[in-house]
């Protein structure tokens, strides 16, 4: 389905929750079973998104078959008191064949989005994309295909992690530093997607707590 990182992002562009930043704050408390204040946001049919136990512990299990929809949250976030963003995923495959740089091959496993809203003009919403890439090497970036205001860079890569739980930590301020070139001090919202789509196949993922930290 075309457009979809634009139309993620631009879902953003009109209003957000003011949360205080402290030390850790919370954006998807997963494993406690809480999707308040997440939306869903489809584009060709529906990625199921459900609680799940995996090895243990609670998680959101998301599963697509031939289907992109994400689950968003809109949310302020000071960076110059929480800068780091923290997350764990799972994925136990992934897609064959595709072309993760081009439109017909812009589907992952797992994504997780950060916004930077334009507000009113939503073209200049600005997105950071952490995927799961199905063939692309890890540390490697590249514009979305559909826009070169969403950067993509692939933190995982193939199989070489896939059947067990990775942690992921990352600095939104450095890397949209690195990607955008531009100094930010807040985000906007927040946002997961597995989606499968564009290659008509299917792919499942587990997502743990996100949650932003001072370091």
Avoid: C, H
């Avoid at 063939?135 to 067990?164: E, F, M």
């Avoid at 990607?179 to 997607?193: H, K, N, P, R, Y």
């Amino acid at each position: 389905m075309q457009l979809k990182t634009i139309l993620i992002a631009a879902a953003f562009a009109l209003s957000t929750s003011v949360i205080a930043a402290d030390e850790r704050l919370d954006i998807g408390r997963f494993a406690a079973g809480d999707l308040q204040d997440w939306q869903t946001k489809s584009f060709q049919g529906e990625t199921r998104y459900r609680f799940d136990d995996k090895s243990g512990r609670r998680a959101l299990f998301a599963e697509s078959d031939k289907s992109a929809s994400g689950l968003y949250r809109e949310i302020e976030v000071n960076l110059s008191q929480t800068p780091w963003l923290n997350w764990s995923w799972r994925v136990d495959k992934v897609l064959d064949g595709v072309d993760e740089r081009s439109k017909a091959g812009d589907d992952y496993p797992a994504r997780v989005y950060v916004v930077v809203s334009g507000g009113a003009a939503f073209w200049k919403t600005r997105s950071l994309v952490y995927v799961w890439s199905s063939n692309q090497p890890v540390g490697a970036t590249w514009n979305n295909a559909y826009t070169s205001n969403a950067r993509i860079i692939a933190l995982r890569s193939a199989t070489k992690d896939a059947g067990r739980w990775i942690n992921e930590k990352r600095n939104i301020r450095a890397d949209f530093r690195q990607l955008f070139g531009e100094e930010i001090s807040e985000i906007d919202g927040v946002a997961l997607m597995t989606d499968t789509d564009n290659s008509g196949q299917s792919a499942t993922a587990w997502y743990g707590d996100i949650y932003f930290t001072s370091r």
